[in-house]
């Protein structure tokens, strides 16, 4: 690849618009503007950052691993950049705090929902508590009409009975009364015909 017409000049050691870095993913990232070194095949050119993209990969031969990763450590302290493993860490806490979160809630609701069918069985049975005592007061309304009624019924028979005893007594009474008196004439005629003989 050829360079294209990017102004160059003698390295400043004052990072900037020198300072580039190589990502896990094998990214070269610009540290000044954020974007990536890539190709059109002929020319280097910067773009916004690609990593699925084949011409933003760029691989480099002659280091081992141990400095290769040394290299990530060192970019990762000085410029800020996440390794592939630290952010397949962070992605795996952000995962977990999710998942942990998304139970949380799934608790509240729980219990939330939970406490509502408590709230409404409780106020299932102030209701129905309340409807027996209606109904019982109720029962002992309708339970003293009844006693009072059939008090007043016996009232009246009673005082129905003594009026007609006391009519009873009273022809009773009458009866003897005309019984005498015939009696009476009958002795008085009886005796008046024995001074006529």
Not at 87 to 93: D, F, G, L, P, Y
Not at 140 to 147: D, G, I, Q, S, V
Request: aromatic share 6%.
């Amino acid at each position: 690849a050829v360079v294209s017409t990017q102004s160059t000049g003698a390295c400043h050691g004052l990072n900037g618009n020198q300072q580039w870095f190589l990502t896990e993913e094998g990214v070269v990232k610009h540290g000044g503007s954020g974007k990536c070194l890539s190709h059109d095949g002929r020319h280097l050119i910067i773009l916004p950052c690609d990593s699925n993209d084949p011409r933003f990969t760029w691989k480099f031969t002659g280091i081992t691993e141990t400095v290769q990763k040394r290299f990530y450590e060192l970019h990762s302290k000085q410029f800020g950049y996440k390794s592939l493993a630290q952010r397949e860490k962070i992605k795996q806490e952000a995962d977990e705090n999710a998942k942990r979160r998304a139970q949380e809630k799934e608790a509240k609701k729980q219990e939330e929902e939970a406490a509502r069918k408590k709230k409404e069985e409780q106020q299932s049975k102030e209701e129905e508590e309340e409807r027996r005592k209606l109904n019982e007061a109720k029962k002992r309304e309708e339970e003293e009409e009844r006693e009072l009624r059939e008090w007043r019924e016996e009232k009246k028979r009673r005082a129905e009975e003594k009026e007609r005893d006391m009519k009873e007594a009273e022809e009773m009474k009458r009866a003897e009364a005309e019984k005498k008196r015939a009696e009476e004439e009958k002795k008085k005629a009886e005796e008046e015909r024995k001074k006529a003989e």
